[in-house]
Nanobody, 123 residues
C-alpha cells in the first residue's frame, strides 16, 4: 500500500485545514488508518485512528474536540479535519495504515506510512 498525504499549508491561529491521505497499490479494504504528527524537536505523536467500518474512531487528547478523522472507502482516502488550529499544532502530519482491526493500533503496528504533509499555524 502506498499512501500519499496532502492538504497541509500555512494557516492562521483559529483556522481550519483538511488533510487527505490517498491509498494506492493494494486494496484499502480492512486497514485501520491513523494520523500522526511530528513537531520540531519532538517525537511522533498519535492523533487519531479509524477502523475500516468507520465506527467509533479513536482520538488522542491533543486533538479531541478539534480534529475529526473520517474515511471514504470508495475513494481509498482517509481525512483529518482540523479546526481551531493553534501554533502548537505546527508539525509534519503523517497518515499510516495498519492491519490491526481491534485498536487503536500501537505505533509499531502500522505497516505503511505516507511521506507527510507540513502544517504551519501562524500566531
Amino acid at each position: 500500500v502506498q499512501l500519499q498525504a496532502s492538504g497541509g499549508g500555512l494557516v492562521q491561529t483559529g483556522g481550519s485545514l483538511r488533510l487527505s491521505c490517498a491509498a494506492s497499490g493494494s486494496t484499502f479494504k480492512g486497514y485501520t488508518m491513523g494520523w500522526f504528527r511530528r513537531a520540531p524537536g519532538k517525537e511522533r505523536e498519535f492523533l487519531a485512528a479509524i477502523s475500516w467500518s468507520g465506527v467509533s474512531p479513536y482520538y488522542a487528547d491533543s486533538g479531541k474536540g478539534r480534529f475529526t478523522i473520517s474515511r471514504d472507502n470508495a475513494k481509498n482516502t482517509v481525512y483529518l479535519q482540523m479546526n481551531s488550529l493553534k501554533p502548537e499544532d505546527t508539525a509534519v502530519y503523517y497518515c499510516a495504515a495498519s492491519e490491526v482491526v481491534s485498536g487503536p493500533p500501537r505505533f509499531y503496528e502500522y505497516d505503511y506510512w505516507g511521506q507527510g504533509t507540513l502544517v504551519t499555524v501562524s500566531s
